[in-house]
């Protein structure tokens, strides 16, 4: 017997018009709306001073505790990887309404060091990108940066611990592709943006590089 296809944010049994998450919890999403100002919102927030900014969104506000968290659960915990693309794909189509990938160049995805991506099979941001790529007709660049060894969770971090986890952690291995580019920076979940930071600002060394950045979840203190 074939097990029924469940949501993975309520568990409720999926149409078979639906995928992964039913339509009543995208309807229910907490949205950021962060697109509508994207130069100017708390998220962005959290960069200035660090490295020269452009646009910057998340698709929904993530609480670890919440069912909507069951979709970044799933994508990185238990091997479902068909739910970054997924995940990537609506949330494009939802932004590109604003206009929010005009103008971009590249989309690079946060990269997890060999290790890391051998344990979990794949790299859920690179799959996340993937779904943006197929909406946006942007290129996917994963081979910009590097990261160059493995740091410790950050999950049970102070925001003080993650910045120091994650310092010089990347390193810039293809200049020549992102020179004079507006590249995007795409994650999964962006919590006090660390690893974010860290990874824009090994960019940032190429000065004619613009950098926008978009995450699936934004967690608010």
Known sequence: MIAPRCCVACDNRLAESEQHVCLNCLLALPRT???EQPYDNTMAQVFWGHFR?????AWFFY???SPFSGMIHE??????REIGHFI???????????HFFD???LLIPIPLTKRRQRQRGYNQSLEIARGISSVTGIPVAEKVVARTRFEESQTHKTAKERRENV???FELVDAEAIRNRHVMVIDDVITTGSTMISCCQELQKDE???ISIFSIGFTRS
């Open 53 to 57: 900014v452009e646009k910057v969104a």
């Open 103 to 105: 103008d971009i160049d």
């Open 208 to 210: 004619s590089v613009k």
């Open 63 to 65: 609480q670890p505790s």
């Open 75 to 80: 994508l990185k915990y238990n091997r479902q």
């Open 167 to 169: 310092a010089g952690v």
């Open 33 to 35: 709306h962060y697109e």
């Open 88 to 98: 990537g794909r609506v949330a494009a189509e939802e932004l590109s309404r604003k």
